[in-house]
């Protein structure tokens, strides 16, 4: 049996992570700004799932959510941060306040919220399991913003991942595609200042187009998640579904090709040896 701190479970990948794991059987501590949207899921479970509020920008509200965590079970042995959301809009469309905002949840958030578990973390030797995005692999116009944010987290992990090795602690990036939650719905927001100049390349019509429409069933993407926790060596990336496995491997392909095309020239920039 495992124990979870997930973030974020007001809805989408969080809640259904954290009823799923309670299903099978796992303590979970679901957490989200207001704990109060939380109970009724809670319920059924009989004190195998607690709920307590935690707001990801705030350092505090981090570290008091882990102390309770710890007093309420002992521990846990998996992380999930999964508190965030997307903005939309070209990079001269969007405002401080709208992409500062974002980066605060998603990355700083992230940040505080590790650092707080980290000490328990690395007392149970447990994973961290950081959601990102397709997003979070290859960059595209309109979603620059989200991209960034996406980016900063991959290269947090994958920096988490080495340094928490000698603890035993695992580390894995998950890089969902389009799935049928309602990230397109509440859990996007789109930059007010709309630009004609940048029609081309704007999210807006794929927003209302996609949303409730996404191939991806989320269940499935859930119990690969869990399968993937549960394993002996967790991979350190997971695109999930075939949408992120395209990214992927269209940005290996492209890394790959400006490399093989650049290597003699771009290799030569050492001192000339004597």
Not at 15 to 29: K, M, N, P, S, Y
Not at 186 to 210: F, G, K, V
Not at 229 to 238: I, M
């Amino acid at each position: 049996m495992k124990t979870w701190l997930i973030t974020g479970c007001s809805s989408g990948f969080g809640r259904r992570l954290a009823l799923a794991a309670a299903l099978r059987g796992d303590q979970v501590i679901a957490t989200a700004r207001n704990a109060k949207s939380l109970e009724e899921m809670a319920a059924p479970f009989a004190g195998r799932m607690i709920t307590l509020p935690l707001d990801v920008t705030d350092a505090a509200s981090a570290k008091a959510a882990v102390a309770r965590a710890d007093e309420a079970f002992g521990g846990f042995d998996v992380l999930v941060n999964n508190a965030g959301y997307g903005l939309f809009g070209a990079i001269e469309e969007g405002t401080p306040e709208e992409y500062r905002t974002m980066f605060e949840v998603n990355v700083f958030g992230l940040i505080e919220t590790t650092r707080a578990a980290l000490p328990v973390l690395r007392r149970k030797s447990g994973t961290i399991v950081n959601m990102s995005s397709g997003a979070g692999i290859a960059g595209s116009g309109g979603a620059g913003y989200y991209n960034a944010a996406k980016f900063a987290v991959e290269g947090l992990s994958e920096a988490l991942a080495g340094e928490l090795k000698p603890f035993g602690i695992k580390v894995m990036i998950v890089e969902p595609g389009p799935f049928r939650t309602d990230f397109l719905g509440r859990s996007i927001a789109m930059a007010a200042n709309e630009m004609p100049e940048y029609a081309a390349s704007s999210r807006r019509h794929y927003r209302e187009t996609n949303n409730g429409n996404q191939a991806g069933d989320p269940d499935k993407a859930i119990a690969v998640i869990l399968q993937a926790v549960d394993a002996e060596a967790p991979p350190l990336h997971l695109p999930l579904g075939p949408a992120a496995h395209a990214i992927a491997e269209r940005k290996l392909a492209a890394f790959r090709s400006d490399i093989d095309a650049w290597r003699d020239i771009s290799i030569a920039t050492d001192f000339d040896q004597p």
